[in-house]
């Protein structure tokens, strides 16, 4: 079965600063993972995936992820936090056989400090 | 904006009534999926649909709960003799395509509070 961690309900950083959320996922098969962003009182927006092609994904808002097989790592990353990045952030892996459904983590909270 | 809707966005009843959410998503999406979200948690699988056929279930979907996709568009979910543990976020999602890696587009949401 397959299974998400996101390690850290809770992440607070200073508006500027790097922001570091982790993701570790356990797969018996090869993995598609994805981040979403989730504001309150909204539904998940996508912030990146990773489709077994490049290892280093690129999304929106520059968030970025690296797929590190032989760490079963996913971990979302931004250079320079900003006020509007407070939300929560959601690891999910998608279980491509049992019909694509998603697999999500606990979730993080971002806050930014000002 | 990811062209999924969903109706109504917040809904409060008493416990023992039955409650039917609507979800709307875009033409293209062959593919729907409902979804429960707890407070602090991330959301959970509940069923999903290709076109009209339901083709998954979880078991958090007891036999109070039930889905439809009539015409493989809009679906709805309807909850009868709803009980306090019901309250929760349901949200339904939308994909294209039969791929896994396709994207799942959200809608907002309906925040259900059952007193």
């Known amino acids: 079965a397959q299974s998400v961690t996101q390690l850290g309900s809770h992440v607070s950083v200073s508006e500027g600063a790097l922001v570091l959320l982790r993701c570790n996922y356990s797969?018996?098969?090869?993995?598609?993972l994805f981040w979403y962003v989730q504001y309150p009182n909204q539904g998940l927006q996508l912030l990146l995936k990773?489709?077994?092609?490049?290892?280093l994904v690129k999304g929106i808002n520059g968030f970025e992820a690296e797929f590190k097989k032989s760490e079963t790592s996913f971990h979302l990353t931004k250079p320079s936090a900003h006020m509007s990045d407070a939300a929560e952030y959601f690891c999910?892996?998608?279980?491509?056989?049992?019909?694509?459904?998603?697999?999500f983590g606990q979730g993080t909270e971002l806050s930014v400090k000002p | 904006d990811t062209g999924v809707s969903q109706d109504p966005r917040h809904k409060i009843t008493k416990r023992g009534q039955n409650v039917t959410f609507r979800c709307d998503p875009i033409?293209?999406?062959?593919?729907l999926y409902w979804y429960r979200q707890t407070l602090g948690q991330g959301p959970e699988f509940l069923t999903y649909?290709?076109?009209?056929?339901?083709?998954?279930k979880s078991r958090l979907l007891s036999d109070r709960f039930s889905a439809e996709r009539p015409k493989g568009s809009f679906s709805t979910l309807e909850i009868q003799r709803t009980e306090q543990g019901d309250s929760a976020m349901y949200l339904c999602?939308?994909?294209?395509?039969?791929?896994?890696?396709?994207?799942?587009?959200f809608g907002p949401g309906t925040r259900l509070t059952v007193l």
């Open positions: 999910a892996v998608s279980d491509h056989n049992q019909g694509g459904k998603l697999i």
């Open positions: 797969s018996s098969v090869p993995p598609y």
């Open positions: 999602a939308g994909r294209s395509g039969g791929v896994s890696y396709n994207e799942q587009f």
């Open positions: 990773y489709t077994s092609a490049a290892t």
């Open positions: 649909f290709q076109n009209e056929a339901q083709l998954e």
């Open positions: 033409s293209e999406h062959n593919r």
